[in-house]
């Protein structure tokens, strides 16, 4: 993998990831806790952690799937 982005783009998906992935773990937590529409809540909340999970390797990395594809993003 070659490094696509800056250190601008490259704080902002480690910042973006870090809140995703808290949130996501958040959600899929109090569904739990709660037992309030446990599977939909669970698999949103799972589901938003591994995005989140993917946009720290994204920063970390310096890569963005998105600008491997061609598509332009602005950061």
Known sequence: MICNIDAKGRRFRLMSGI???????????MAIIF???TA???FTGVTVALCGGFQIF?????WCVL?????KTRL
Request: aromatic share 4%; with cysteine.
């Open 19 to 29: 809140a995703c992935l808290i949130i996501g773990l958040a959600t899929a937590a």
């Open 35 to 37: 037992q309030y529409m």
């Open 40 to 42: 939909p809540l669970v």
């Open 58 to 62: 994204e920063g970390l990395k310096g």
């Open 67 to 71: 600008r491997a594809m061609g598509i």
